[in-house]
């Protein structure tokens, strides 16, 4: 296999006497889906997060195109090409797609001083943009808000490819979905691994990730019960996993600890 685009080592995050990752490692490699699974509280977003510069790791290190590297922040790991769609889309429900496309990166005309937002090249991009991830718009003035859940994921993971994604991390992106909506955004992952882009997709429904995934991680409490490779795991073996890991919630829950 090729060298990872981003691999990550026997990390651990603590919050202060929480430990929320125990040791977890994952490797991210060029146009595959990566999907890493694990009930409410397995530490999904927490290590997504450290994979993104959003947290610092406790401990484990982190190897970026095969050398060691440390994303002081959020910024740092986004300039590297790490591209994170979180499950609160950052977007403006009111402002049109164009803009939400284009938030914090407005293409400008004009020289010196006197620079505008160049609206006519941020609206055929947009509309081209989309129109490659399979949704067409009526028009790019449309306001995000009046998109469906869908839709609004395929505006995020369109702005992170036009933008240069290498790694794009998409967290529960399926989560809130129905049926048509869900197949669209797996379309959407097949569509950005196909460019070369290595895509994680977080979810807790095995389904989803069977449907995409070429490799499969199960976090459980903390820590990786292993990775598994398409075609040599069942829905039912991955299910089993996940479902263990929810008869320990309810165990705990039952005991009276936290969760
Ligand atoms: N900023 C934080 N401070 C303290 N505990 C946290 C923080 N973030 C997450 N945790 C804890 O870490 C564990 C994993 O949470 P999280 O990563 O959100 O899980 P998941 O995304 O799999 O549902 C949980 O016990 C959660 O309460
Ligand atoms: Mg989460």
Known sequence: MSTPIIEMKNIEKHFGSV?????VSLAVHPGECHCLLGDNGAGKSTFIKTLSGVHQPTSGVVEFEGKPVVFKDARAAIDSGIATVYQDLAMIPLMSVARNFWMGREPRKGVGPLKFYDAKKANDITMSEMARMGINLREPEQAVGTLSGGER????????????????????????????????????????????????????????AMAVGDRFTVLNRGQTLGTAVRGEVSTEELQDLMAGGQDMVKLEQSLGGTV
Not at 19 to 23: H, N, S, T, Y
Not at 167 to 188: F, K, M, W, Y
Request: hydrophobic content about 50%.
């Open 19 to 23: 430990i929320a990752l125990a040791g």
């Open 153 to 208: 994921q395929t505006v995020a993971i369109a702005r992170a490819v036009y933008f240069g994604a290498k790694v794009l991390v998409l967290d529960e992106p399926t989560s809130a979905l129905g049926v048509r909506q869900t197949a669209n955004v797996l379309n959407t992952i097949d569509k950005v691994r196909n460019k070369g882009i290595g895509v994680v997709f977080i979810t807790h429904n095995v389904r989803h």
